[in-house]
Nanobody, 129 residues
Framework: QVQLAESGGGLVQAGSSLRLSCSCV??????????MAWFRQIPGKERECVAV????????YYESSVKGRFTISRHTSNNTVLLLMNSVRPEDTAVYYC????????????????????WGQGTQVTVSA
């Protein structure tokens, strides 16, 4: 079982930076067994995969619109996944969700919603123009 809790969302101006944090409480397994991802969702639209980090931390994926601006990282010292968002844009406005997927290979970067086993409650990010 994994319990995920996101934090760090808020209202920011376009061009600024924001850091989202996902705290992971793992039982019956270890944090390193899970590939981790950030998804985002706008009302009325499908949840989309923004960034993924392999369970080893040795591989990452970014959706094209955030590549070069967002950075995903994982920290085994405190079982945390971070999403550093630089140069944010109004179109980055969404609810951001942290997700965990078990059973992945060392470098796997799953992007399908159905692959993920555990989800956080989400944190709202609003970027003003």
């Amino acid at each position: 079982q994994v319990q995920l809790a996101e934090s760090g969302g808020g209202l920011v101006q376009a061009g600024s930076s924001l850091r989202l944090s996902c705290s992971c409480v793992v039982s019956g397994s270890t944090f390193s067994n899970y590939a981790m991802a950030w998804f985002r969702q706008i009302p009325g639209k499908e949840r989309e995969c923004v960034a993924v980090i392999a369970r080893t931390g040795m591989n990452t994926y970014y959706e094209s619109s955030v590549k070069g601006r967002f950075t995903i990282s994982r920290h085994t010292s405190n079982n945390t996944v971070l999403l550093l968002m630089n140069s944010v844009r109004p179109e980055d406005t969404a609810v951001y969700y942290c997700a965990a997927a078990i059973g992945m290979t060392d470098l796997s970067l799953p992007r399908k919603i159905t692959t993920y086993d555990f989800w956080g409650q989400g944190t709202q990010v609003t970027v003003s123009a």
